[in-house]
C-alpha cells in the first residue's frame, strides 16, 4: 500500500468517525438548561401556558388553556428524544403537543414541521413597588439643611429667640422688641434667610416643597425653633423638601394703632411669597415640583400661611397702601417685595397650627385650597373660635392693641360652608404651643399633631386610586379579561396576582387568567405617580356557585 491509499483511508475513517459523533450527539438526551422550572411559559398564538416542575428523561408540570377567564390546570407528563419533545396532558382542550424543542430569547420554540410551530414566552412578572414609600414611610436617615438668602426688604429685624415659650416673660419681650425697632428704626434694608431640608441620597428629580413659618406673635420667633426644625426634618426623610423661613417682624405697639400690625403681617406675607418665587425659580436645582406646593405653620405662622394662600390683592388692608398723615409709606402688591423673582407656583394645601384669620371672608369659595386646623381647646393666646387673642395677659388690654380674630374652629366653619375640602384637629385639654412640654422637650401632642400633617399632606399626594375596570366575577364562558386603570395622580401601573396568571401588562392594563381551583383569587395594583408616590389597591374576583 503506497502513501496515498493511506492516506486515503485515514481520511474516509476520520469522516465516519465525525458522522458517528454526530449521530450520537443527536440522539443523546437534552438537558433543556434553557427552560426554566417553576417559571410560565405562554403562547398566545395557541391560548397554552405551561410551567414545568420536575425535568430529566420524564418531565413534569402544568398547563391550562388561557383563552377564558376562568380556566382548569392540568398536569402533564413530556418525554424528551434528542431535541424532541413530546408532551401529553389530561385536558381535553389541549391537544398534544409534540416537536423539536429550540431555544429562543426569554423561551423556547415547538416546531413540529416545517410550517407548523409554538413560539412560548417566559412570564416574567413585573417590577411590585415595596416599602418604604415615598411620603408615606421614613425614606432616608439622614436629611441636609442648606442656609440660603432669599432677599432683603426694609423693616426692623428678621429673628429674635425665645429660649423657654412656657414661661414667656412679655415684659421682657416687650423691652427687647422696642430695642430691636430703635435701633433698626432707619435701616435701608435687612437680609432674609430661609433653611432647605433636603433628603440625603435621594434620585427623586420632582419633590413637593413644604414651606412652614414659625410663631411669635410677629415680635419673635426664628427659622430654627423647635417646631419648625422638627417638623422640617420629618418631612424631608420621608422625601419632601422642607423649608423653614424667617420674615420681617416688629411693629410700634400703640393704643388704636391696629394698622400698625396689619402692616407688620403684611410685610411678613409678603416676604412668604418671596421666599416661595426664590425655591420655584430654582426648581430644578432644588428638585422641587412648582406644582405641589404646601404652605403651613404655627399662632402667627398659621396667620401668615392662611394670609399666603388665601389673600387677594383686592383684600390688602388700606394701611398696607400707606397714609401721609401717619407718615406710612405704600408697601407694593403682594409680589412686589424683597427680591426680582418671578416664578408662579401652586398652592395644594395649608395647615395652620392654633393661628387664625384677621378678617371673616379670608377664604373665598373659588379658593380651593384643602385646608387643615389643628388648635388646643384650651388656648389662651389665640382662641379656637372668634375672640381678642392673649385673653392670658389681659382681655381688655388685647382689646387696645388688636382686633377680635377668627380662630381654627371659625376659619374650618367658613371653609366647610363654602364646600372647601377642611378638617379640624383639636387637641383636648391643650392650651398654646401644645408641642411643648417642661424642660423644653417635645410632648405627645407634638406627636400628634406630626401625624396630622403627614395624614393631609398625603391624603392630597397619595390619594386612593380610581376603580380598576375589569371583571369581579368570572367564569369559564367568559373571554380572558382585561383589567385597566385610569390616569390622573398616577401615570404608571404595577400588577400582581394570587390566584391567577398575569398573560400581559403594560403601564395601564393587564390581561388575567384565573386558575379555577385556587381558593383566593385577587389582583393588586400599584399605581406611581410623578413625584414617586405609591397607591395600591387589591381587587378582588369570585367565581359563580
Known sequence: MNLSQANSIMTTKLALLFLTLIIIQSCAPKDFSFISKEVWYYSPENDIAMKFDS????????????????????????????????????????????????????????????????????????????????YLDQISENTNRIETSYGKAPGYYSSLVIEDKLHVDYGQIVQEVAGNLKDNMFRDEIPLSMDIYLPENDPQTKRPLVMLIHGGAFVAGD?????????????????????????????????????????????????????????????????????QVFIGGSSAGGFLSLLTAYM????????????????????GCLDCSTNQDKAFYQIKGVFNLWGAAPFPDLIDADERIPLLCIHGDRDEVIPIGYDYPFANVSPALSSFFSKKVYGSASVVDHAISLNIPSKLLVLQDAGHEPHLG?????????????????????????????????????????????????????????????????LQENALTAKVVWFSNAMEKSLQVAGSGLNGQISIKEVVVNTPF
Not at 96 to 102: A, L, N, P, Q, V
Not at 450 to 479: H, W, Y
Open 312 to 331: 387677594t390683592q383686592s383684600e390688602v388692608w388700606p394701611a398696607a397702601r400707606g397714609n401721609l398723615l401717619k407718615a406710612q409709606s405704600d408697601l
Open 55 to 134: 425535568s430529566g428523561r420524564n418531565i413534569t408540570g402544568q398547563i391550562l388553556k388561557t383563552d377564558h377567564a376562568l380556566a382548569d390546570v392540568a398536569s402533564f407528563r413530556a418525554r424528551k428524544k434528542g431535541n424532541r419533545l413530546f408532551i401529553r396532558t389530561e385536558n381535553p382542550g389541549i391537544s398534544k403537543i409534540r416537536g423539536k424543542i429550540t431555544e429562543k430569547k426569554d423561551g423556547f420554540v415547538i416546531k413540529a414541521t416545517k410550517n407548523q410551530h409554538s413560539e412560548f414566552t417566559a412570564l416574567k412578572p413585573g417590577p411590585f413597588p415595596q416599602p418604604p414609600f415615598r
Open 438 to 502: 417642661s424642660g423644653n422637650l417635645m410632648t405627645s401632642s407634638y406627636y400628634d399633631i406630626q401625624a396630622g400633617i403627614s395624614d393631609f399632606l398625603t391624603d392630597l399626594l397619595c390619594p386612593e386610586l380610581p376603580e380598576i375596570q375589569g371583571e369581579r366575577i368570572v367564569n369559564k364562558l367568559m373571554k380572558t379579561p382585561v383589567y385597566s386603570a385610569r390616569t390622573g395622580t398616577y401615570n404608571r401601573f404595577y400588577w400582581q396576582v394570587k390566584g391567577g396568571l398575569i
Open 223 to 291: 427659622k430654627r425653633d423647635k417646631l419648625p426644625s422638627a417638623l422640617a426634618m420629618h418631612l424631608a426623610s420621608r422625601g419632601y423638601v422642607a423649608v423653614s423661613v424667617n420674615y420681617r417682624m416688629g411693629y410700634i405697639f400703640l393704643p388704636g394703632m391696629y394698622s400698625n400690625l396689619e402692616r407688620c403681617m403684611y410685610r411678613a406675607t409678603q416676604d412668604v411669597r418671596a421666599a416661595l418665587r426664590y425655591l420655584i425659580a430654582r426648581a430644578d436645582q432644588f428638585r422641587i415640583d412648582p406644582d
